[in-house]
């Protein structure tokens, strides 16, 4: 068995943009929770808590799983939520009649980064190193 490979330079940065845009997607989450944005006349809206929620919870068990050499799927499907966080935001202010631009999209920068980088063939080798050693232990 040969000794595991270091990680690559692209799967450093993806980690590391992943780790950074959990923080966004928690703040948003907090802040629209604790401060009671999704109170409705029958009370809170859980259904829109728990899509404010689970984001974040995707970006960080794709990182777990990224940084575990399992694979990079999950990065790209936290990447996905992220912008469904986005466009979530930008409807319920165009509800209410605000304008916030395109900043809620903000949001999605880091987790769309981290996808992309995770995408690079050099990761790709990496996973697949990992894939081989976890299949050799099994055989």
């Known amino acids: ?7 690559p330079g ?3 940065a993806a980690a590391v943009l992943a780790a950074l845009g959990v923080l966004p997607l928690v703040v948003v989450a907090f802040l629209v929770v604790a401060l009671g944005g999704l109170e409705a006349d029958a009370g809170r809206d ?9 984001p974040p919870l995707l970006q960080l068990f794709a990182l777990g ?3 575990f050499r399992r694979g990079r799927v999950p990065l790209v499907l936290a990447a996905l939520a992220a912008i469904a966080v986005g466009v979530l935001v930008l409807t319920t202010a165009a509800s209410v009649g605000s304008s916030v631009g395109l900043g809620p999209f ?7 980064l981290a996808a992309v980088l995770a995408m690079t063939p050099a ?9 081989a050693q976890r299949r050799g232990r099994a055989a």
Do not use: D, N, T, Y
Not at 106 to 112: F, M, Q, R, T
């Open 65 to 67: 799983w990224f940084l």
């Open 123 to 131: 990761v790709g080798r990496w996973l697949a190193e990992a894939r």
């Open 106 to 112: 903000v949001l999605a920068i880091c987790p769309v």
């Open 1 to 7: 068995m040969s000794a595991p490979s270091s990680i």
């Open 10 to 12: 692209p799967a450093l």
């Open 46 to 54: 859980w259904v829109s808590v728990v899509l404010l929620v689970l």
